[in-house]
């Protein structure tokens, strides 16, 4: 494809094995993220990396001008009140992409990494700054976009490669 995928979180260890998959596909990829040290370390060379951060929308325009699609795996903090809070990563960030896409006029695939329990309100993992309602709310913002989108929920990852599917009971 022409138009590049952008990973948003792709020096992560989610965004990493997606960043490798998508090149291998011959994709171009761009990586998005807030650190380059951690860029430079994590980043295969073939990837084009832009610093950004999800949290200040002005940050995204260059990055997301022209892509194809979105893949959004960031990690939020687990304090209610700090600046990576899951409010501001998980619900914040994700509006922030979708009115830059909105505003670019385009109709981008919008990828969202949530995860497991998300609508669970009385799972423990909730007591982190409400983590699973902000990812909820994340969630709600893509569908209602209007964006083609696809939300993925996993549980605990290996990151190691697919080695097939298991079939549960
Ligand atoms: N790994 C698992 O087992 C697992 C299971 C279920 C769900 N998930 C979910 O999958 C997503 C990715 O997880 P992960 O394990 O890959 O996390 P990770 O290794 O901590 O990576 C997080 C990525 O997000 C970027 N990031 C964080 N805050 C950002 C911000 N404000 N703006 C832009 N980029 C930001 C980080 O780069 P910088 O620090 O450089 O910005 C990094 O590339 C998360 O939502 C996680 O909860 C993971």
Same mark, same amino acid.
């Given at each position: 494809?022409?138009?590049?995928?952008?990973?948003?979180?792709? &020096? !992560?260890?989610?965004?990493?094995? =997606?960043?490798? +998959?998508?090149?291998?596909?011959?994709?171009?990829?761009? =990586?998005?993220? *807030?650190?380059? +040290?951690?860029? *430079?370390?994590?980043? @295969?060379? %073939?990837? %084009?990396?832009? $610093?950004?951060? =999800?949290?200040? @929308?002005?940050?995204?325009? &260059?990055?997301?001008?022209?892509?194809?699609?979105?893949?959004?795996?960031?990690?939020p903090g687990t304090d209610a009140a700090g600046?990576d809070s899951p409010e501001s990563t998980l619900h914040g !960030?994700?509006?922030? =992409?979708?009115? $830059?896409?909105?505003?670019?006029?385009?109709? *981008?695939?919008?990828?969202?990494?949530?995860q497991?329990h998300v609508t669970r309100r009385d799972h423990p993992m909730n007591a982190y700054g409400r983590m699973l309602d902000w990812r909820l709310a994340g969630e709600d913002?893509? *569908?209602?976009?209007?964006?083609?989108? &696809?939300?993925?929920? @996993?549980?605990?990852?290996?990151?190691?490669?697919?080695?097939?599917?298991?079939?549960?009971?």
């Amino acid at each position: 494809m022409d138009s590049p995928i952008a990973v948003i979180g792709g &020096t !992560g260890r989610v965004g990493r094995l =997606v960043t490798r +998959q998508l090149l291998a596909r011959g994709e171009t990829v761009r =990586v998005i993220g *807030r650190s380059t +040290q951690r860029a *430079r370390r994590h980043m @295969p060379a %073939q990837a %084009q990396y832009f $610093t950004a951060d =999800v949290r200040d @929308p002005g940050t995204l325009r &260059t990055p997301l001008h022209g892509c194809a699609a979105v893949v959004y795996a960031v990690e939020p903090g687990t304090d209610a009140a700090g600046p990576d809070s899951p409010e501001s990563t998980l619900h914040g !960030g994700v509006r922030h =992409v979708l009115d $830059t896409l909105g505003a670019a006029g385009a109709d *981008r695939h919008f990828v969202l990494v949530s995860q497991r329990h998300v609508t669970r309100r009385d799972h423990p993992m909730n007591a982190y700054g409400r983590m699973l309602d902000w990812r909820l709310a994340g969630e709600d913002a893509v *569908r209602s976009s209007g964006l083609p989108y &696809t939300v993925i929920r @996993p549980g605990w990852l290996t990151d190691e490669p697919g080695h097939g599917v298991l079939h549960l009971e």
